[in-house]
């Protein structure tokens, strides 16, 4: 137990402390790059949160299951199936594209990464209302958590796809295997810009998450996750409608990926010869440009609309 | 010594449109009308106030008065409309117990993370985990999951991990009130520790009785304007006339009479200072009882009841009961209930009078009560004065 002097001292040390601090407004905000790096640097703070979040979001998910995480591979491990059989079997796409399983699981791991990342996103900050009336947080946090758990079942994909393609192809051993983990950072930084608006959004506006489902369920069939590239480039030849198309970063970052994972995209020759757009490297350079601009808007959107999201929730 | 804030408040409005479309059919199809459905709500309205380090403030005001609000705006939770907070030191919010706990996780799980948001880093958490469960006192269910818990079992587990943050601020909004009467006093007793470790607290509470024993001071708001900011007695007051107008003008706005009759002070004399001094246990003391007769009517009976801080009655006492009648015509009145020894054990207790029409239904209650110390020098607690004495036999065991 304390004693009375004791208690004093502590009681004299805490005023003395905070008469020490500085004042910080916490009511409105205090400029364009100085409030960025405030926003960073209250993130950085509240990094061991975001851990948490994470992992509370994927125990939630399967507690009380048996097989736990193993779930999270069933789904796209069934899809993967699906395209095989209906796109490259029966419709006879795999006559034309080599190695068709190893090629549709490559897009379908990066894709299946977007998707998850904007769907868990959009609904992160509705979903947490509780959080956000009661307590003070960077609201970034939960987009964020969002981001992080979707990355776990990425990570999961990702060594299966691995495994397989080291087991079903070979790895061309090249420097073009670089593309893989910059086309995931390219992805990564447009999608954490997307999925900051879009949680923004959908605080106001509910409609958004509908929306972001339909989105996603056309950009499914616009991204050459199920059909290659080269199919694209034979209907378009190059014109302006195939420069746009590529203006997508998903769609680049899903192509180059493929480059480097796919090793039968870049050796066959002949009728299964496949097509990559000029250029890739540094389109996937100016992509990975424009993104950490979007983010960087993104971030501020997000800090305007954040002010009033405890009263609209 | 200079007086250090650790919150300034300055010219803070908040402003809440309250608009009724919602999803984008909506609002297109209404655009046109959309200006119209729009309605401006003010809920906090030019708020100046300064919280001095160390001191613990209790928001006042009836329900929608925005102190709420004022609340959330302090801890910077919504942005105000106009003005500015400002802010230093490490602040715990404690807006709803329990409110990042997941169901489908288990205690001890809920507590990392529920610590974590509030602020603990992990090794913080490491270090109080065995007090904060001990505080909670669920040892037991700490790895089930919360679902399985009982409401009880909940809050106190979130008001444990609560109290553990190590804030600088703490605000708190009408959550002390948790768990059973153990329980309770555990929980008042860490409020009381943390104000003498010097953290400042400002609570929202519509317990009179809790802004008395916690607060150094009393802000009302009403409707979003600052009413009274001032020491806590006279500030109970206004608000209790506060209420007073709104319970008039709601029983004119529905046809409802005001209460013929008003009890307009209960003062407990102890023959020296009136209402100040303590009574000393087995003195006389006396209680005046004040009252005003608006309209003349029916004869009534004056009641009087002596109550522990807890709510219970400890002695009760009406002019029935002692076969008097008191006057009812128009104007002010006072009665003297007189007692040759106060035999009340020591302790904190309060006095409340009423007017009751004969039949018991009750005219009006004075509030807010009026309380008193008994001070006594024999041993022994409890609420009645009994003259202990001890003696020994130690033969009889042998």
């Excluded at chain 1, 790096?37 to 009380?64: P, Q, W």
């Excluded at chain 1, 409609?207 to 590239?229: A, C, G, K, N, T």
């Excluded at chain 2, 004869?299 to 008191?326: F, N, P």
Aim: aromatic content about 10%.
């Amino acid at each position: 137990m304390e004693t009375a002097t004791e208690l004093a001292v502590v009681k004299q040390r805490r005023l003395d402390t905070i008469a020490a601090e500085p004042f910080v407004d916490v009511s409105k905000s205090q400029g364009f790059f100085r409030d960025t790096v405030n926003s960073v640097r209250d993130l950085v703070a509240h990094r061991e949160l975001l851990g948490r979040l994470v992992r509370r979001e994927i125990k939630a998910r399967y507690k009380d299951s048996k097989l736990g995480i193993v779930w999270s591979l069933f789904r796209p491990l069934i899809s993967l199936l699906i395209y095989y059989f209906a796109i490259g079997k029966v419709m006879g796409a795999a006559r034309s594209v080599p190695d068709f399983a190893i090629f549709v699981f490559v897009g379908l791991t990066i894709w299946l990464l977007y998707s998850e990342i904007l769907s868990g996103a959009v609904r992160s900050i509705v979903e947490n209302s509780g959080l956000v009336k009661k307590v003070y947080l960077p609201r970034e946090i939960f987009p964020l958590s969002a981001i992080g758990s979707a990355l776990v079942n990425f990570g999961i994909q990702v060594v299966v796809l691995l495994i397989g393609i080291a087991v079903l192809s070979t790895y061309r051993w090249s420097p073009e295997l670089l593309l893989a983990p910059l086309a995931v950072v390219v992805l990564l930084v447009f999608a954490t810009a997307v999925a900051l608006i879009i949680s923004a959004w959908n605080v106001y506006l509910r409609d958004i998450q509908h929306f972001v489902e339909i989105y996603l369920l056309i950009f499914f069939w616009v991204s050459p996750i199920v059909y290659p590239f080269t199919y694209v480039h034979r209907v378009l030849q190059g014109n302006w409608l195939e420069q746009i198309y590529l203006a997508n970063p998903v769609s680049l970052a899903i192509i180059a990926t493929q480059k480097a994972l796919w090793s039968a995209g870049t050796t066959s020759s002949g009728s299964l010869m496949q097509v990559w757009p000029p250029d890739l490297e540094l389109r996937l350079v100016i992509a990975l440009g424009a993104s950490v601009v979007l983010l960087f808007v993104a971030q501020r959107v997000f800090a305007r609309l954040q002010g009033n999201f405890a009263q609209e929730l | 010594m200079p007086i250090t804030n650790i919150v300034e408040v300055s010219g803070v409005s908040k402003r809440f449109t309250v608009n009724r479309h919602k999803s984008i059919k909506e609002r297109l199809v209404n655009s046109a009308s959309e200006r119209l459905h729009r309605e401006d709500f003010w809920a906090l309205r030019d708020i100046n106030l300064n919280i001095a380090a160390g001191s613990t403030v209790g928001l006042v005001g009836h329900n929608g008065s925005g102190k709420s609000t004022l609340l959330k705006a302090i801890g910077g939770i919504i942005e105000p409309s106009e003005g500015s907070v400002r802010r230093r030191g490490r602040m715990a919010a404690l807006l709803e117990l329990g409110a990042g706990f997941h169901p489908d996780l288990t205690g001890r799980e809920n507590v990392y993370l529920n610590a974590a948001i509030l602020g603990l880093t992990q090794k913080e958490i490491d270090r109080y985990f065995d007090a904060i469960v001990d505080f909670s006192g669920i040892e037991a269910f700490i790895d089930t999951q919360v679902k399985f818990y009982s409401s009880g079992m909940y809050v106190r587990l979130a008001f444990a991990v609560a109290v553990h943050v190590d804030p600088d601020l703490l605000l708190v909004d009408e959550v002390l009130a948790v768990g059973d009467r153990p329980f309770q006093d555990k929980c008042m007793a860490k409020i009381a520790e943390f104000q003498e470790e010097g953290r400042t607290i400002v609570v929202v509470s519509h317990s009179a009785g809790q802004i008395e024993a916690l607060c150094h001071r009393v802000v009302v708001l009403n409707h979003g304007e600052m009413k009274f900011d001032g020491g806590v007695g006279e500030g109970l007051r206004v608000l209790q006339e506060l209420y007073d107008d709104e319970g008039r003008l709601a029983a004119l706005a529905a046809g409802v009479a005001p209460p013929r009759a008003k009890v307009t002070a209960v003062i407990v004399d102890n023959g020296t200072e009136r209402s100040t001094g303590d009574l000393k246990s087995g003195e006389p003391f006396s209680i005046d009882f004040e009252y005003a007769i608006d309209r003349p009517g029916d004869a009534m009976i004056a009641a009087l009841s002596v109550e522990s801080l807890e709510g219970t009655q400890v002695y009760g006492l009406t002019t029935k009961m002692m076969g008097e009648t008191i006057p009812v015509d128009p104007g002010h009145h006072a009665l003297q209930f007189a007692f040759p020894a106060a035999d009340l054990g020591a302790g904190h207790y309060v006095a409340r009078g009423s007017l009751h029409e004969l039949d018991g239904t009750l005219v009006h209650g004075r509030y807010p009560v009026t309380d008193f110390r008994v001070i006594s020098a024999l041993p022994g607690n409890g609420y009645v004065r009994l003259e202990p004495s001890v003696k020994f036999d130690s033969r009889r065991r042998a």
